[in-house]
């Protein structure tokens, strides 16, 4: 009897530790997923300022220096929450909760390469990512590196924002600035997101959610093309009917300000 009481109380014991185990494991997630979901609500923050500030109808390289310079202290604000996230990844578990926090870096990397391409027109590197997520004591807030498909899934991200940036730029600069004006960011911005599109497109069989947001790359692209084409041909055609409508122009004159014939009717009727 006291033979089988030992071994009831071994295999007890046995799940205890157990149950011990796992509601350690949920405890830490929990922790890990309202870490990562603040830090989410701060990167979209982030994300709304420099889209709010930067097309504000004042002069855009002063609207977007002031832009990047009040995303610092916001920026500032996420890094303790990524700081508790570290305590939590250790490296023994670190790839068993990767995938609970890693929509919170990607949305952390899209605001942080969108401020970057505001403030210098160039795509945000690893490297620089690495050097930003630092603990306050300057510790890496991913011991064992930050996963690569992290960063490459985050900055493709940033091609939506480019998109709103460039059409609601244009929409705003109309009043304010020249058609020229207009088209140069937005061929700029265009050109941009092509090459990244482009630059990307030989990662897709290597990371497996960047199918789905080459498409959505694709979309931002056709949409900004769009809109460039648009100013393109509604600057030409201002342009002609500044010619047509000039104080100069003569009937007969045709869209090329060549002269052709006339008939005398016309002055008559």
């Known amino acids: 009897m006291s033979l089988r009481a ?3 109380e071994k295999i007890i014991i046995a799940f205890q530790g157990f149950r011990q185990e796992f509601d350690d494991h949920n405890d830490r997630r929990e922790r890990l997923i309202k870490l990562s979901r603040d830090a989410t ?3 979209k923050k982030v994300i709304f300022l420099l889209q709010r500030v930067a097309t504000e109808e004042t002069d855009q390289g002063e609207a977007v220096k002031a832009a990047v310079q009040q995303s610092q202290k916001k920026f500032a604000e996420i890094i303790p929450v990524f700081d508790q996230m570290r305590t939590e990844l250790d490296p023994d ?3 068993r909760y990767q995938k609970t926090v890693s929509s919170a870096v990607q949305e952390y990397i899209e605001a942080l390469s969108f401020a970057h391409y505001l403030k210098h027109n160039t795509l945000l590197t690893y490297e620089q990512v690495q050097r930003e997520l630092v603990s306050p004591e300057g510790l890496p807030i991913f011991p064992l590196g930050l996963p690569y498909a992290d960063y490459v899934l985050g900055v493709s991200d940033l091609t939506g ?11 705003r600069q109309g009043m ?9 960011k937005a061929t ?17 069989p290597y990371i497996r959610e960047l199918k789905a947001k080459q498409e959505v790359t694709t979309n931002s692209l056709k949409k900004i093309e769009a ?6 041909i509604r600057g030409f ?4 009917l500044g010619d047509i409508y000039s104080p100069h122009s003569r009937p007969g004159d045709d869209m090329t300000g060549e002269r052709e014939e006339v008939d005398p009717s016309f002055y008559t009727s």
Not at 237 to 240: C, D, L, P
């Open 161 to 171: 924002e480019l998109m709103r940036f460039a059409i609601t730029s244009i929409g």
């Open 227 to 232: 809109a460039a084409y648009s100013v393109a």
């Open 41 to 43: 609500n701060l990167s």
């Open 188 to 204: 700029e911005v265009c050109n941009f997101v092509r090459a990244c599109r482009s630059d990307w497109e030989a990662m897709t």
């Open 176 to 184: 304010m600035s020249t058609l020229k004006a207009n088209l140069d």
């Open 6 to 8: 030992g071994r009831r």
């Open 93 to 95: 578990n670190f790839w």
């Open 237 to 240: 055609e201002r342009a002609r």
